[in-house]
């Protein structure tokens, strides 16, 4: 069974930083590629990274560009998310979500771990 | 404002039918597959629906999902209090390279 933990949520001070973790199992990590999906309070879905299969591509959110750092370690069957410059913007439920496809991304996500709360407040 | 549109809230009586709509464009929808989850508050997403109209293992059969042009349904027939909560459709677009989510829609049976 695919299992998807994720860790390192807090509460941070406006302009401070912070590094995210998403440890998996039940699956060939390195054959998949992961995304951050983030849900602020009272507000819906938001896509916010994607790193691939192995590791060569992201992508991210404008909102985050420049901010946010995601990164693999294939090895320890792990994700990381390093946020920068957090604003009140960023306050939300961060999870990792597995794509659905192999060895590419399509952007659906069939495996979703449970969350981890960051809230940005001074 | 998301990019994919989505009514923010449909209901229906118990083992009556709904449907909810997600409009796009043709760099989004109109050219990539779409997904529907379902989030109960408190609880991770779960995926529903992917390729437009293919079910996981596990989702029942009253939860249907189409697409039409730039468009798409997410149906469930026989509706159960249980499925109160929260969906959400989600695609791939072309031109932001980025996964677009609806704004979601809430359930109320």
């Known amino acids: 069974e695919v299992h998807l933990v994720e860790s390192g949520g807090a509460v941070v001070q406006p302009g401070g930083s912070l590094r995210l973790s998403c440890a998996a199992s039940?699956?060939?990590?390195?054959?998949?590629?992961i995304h951050w999906v983030r849900r602020p309070p009272g507000k819906g879905l938001e896509w916010v990274s994607l790193i691939s299969w192995f590791g060569e591509t992201t992508y991210y959110a404008d909102s985050v560009k420049g901010r946010f750092t995601v990164s693999r370690d294939n090895t320890k069957s792990s994700l990381f998310l390093q946020m920068t410059g957090l604003t009140t913007d960023d306050t939300a439920f961060y999870y990792c979500?597995?794509?659905?496809?192999?060895?590419?991304?399509?952007?659906?996500?069939?495996?979703w771990g449970q969350g981890t709360l960051v809230t940005v407040s001074s | 404002q998301s990019v994919l549109t989505q009514p923010p809230s449909v209901s229906a009586a118990p083992g009556q039918r709904v449907t909810i709509s997600c409009s796009g464009s043709s760099s989004n929808i109109g050219r990539n597959f779409v997904s529907w989850y379902q989030q109960v508050p408190g609880t991770a997403p779960k995926l529903l629906i992917y390729?437009?109209?293919k079910r996981p293992l596990g989702i029942p059969d009253r939860f249907s999902g189409s697409k039409y042009g730039t468009s798409a349904t997410l149906a469930i027939t026989g509706l159960q209090t249980g499925d109160e909560a929260d969906y959400y459709c989600?695609?791939?677009?072309?031109?932001?390279?980025?996964?677009?989510f609806g704004g979601g829609t809430k359930l109320t049976v």
């Open positions: 989600g695609t791939w677009d072309s031109n932001l390279s980025a996964v677009l």
């Open positions: 039940g699956f060939t990590f390195g054959d998949f590629a």
């Open positions: 979500a597995k794509d659905t496809f192999y060895r590419g991304f399509i952007g659906q996500f069939d495996s």
């Open positions: 390729d437009n109209d």
